[in-house]
Nanobody
Framework: VQLQASGGGVVLPGGSLTLSCVAS????????MAWFRQAPGKEREFVSR????????DYSESVKGRFTISRDNAKNTVYLQMNDLNFEDTATYYC???????????????WGQGTKLTVSS
């Protein structure tokens, strides 16, 4: 599956933004989907994941309660709604697809190109 992420931008602290990731192909509904992020000089880190049917969701401690992941299998799209953004959320955000349920980047077989979020006053 090929992934295309979008929706990044510059946001004030406390602001909100929604990222989208559109998948090409007819197999999107066969994948668990996740969002990762990578800040400058740091390793890529897990942000959130959602299972194939969208029932089970998981979040990193740093975003829990502020971010919401969702998916629309009819539109081949996964979303990341981000609220109450702070400076530490500044990063490039990547969507990724995995057959299994995992938080490990190396076990995700497809990646979007990344969309950049900057939280700045």
């Amino acid at each position: 599956v090929q992934l295309q992420a979008s929706g990044g931008g510059v946001v004030l602290p406390g602001g909100s933004l929604t990222l989208s990731c559109v998948a090409s192909g007819r197999t999107f509904s066969s994948y668990n989907m996740a969002w990762f992020r990578q800040a400058p000089g740091k390793e890529r880190e897990f942000v959130s994941r959602i299972t194939i049917a969208g029932i089970n969701k998981d979040y990193s401690e740093s975003v829990k309660g502020r971010f919401t992941i969702s998916r629309d299998n009819a539109k081949n799209t996964v979303y990341l709604q981000m609220n109450d953004l702070n400076f530490e959320d500044t990063a490039t955000y990547y969507c990724a697809a995995a057959r299994g349920l995992t938080k490990r980047p190396d076990l995700h077989e497809s990646w979007g190109q990344g969309t950049k979020l900057t939280v700045s006053s």
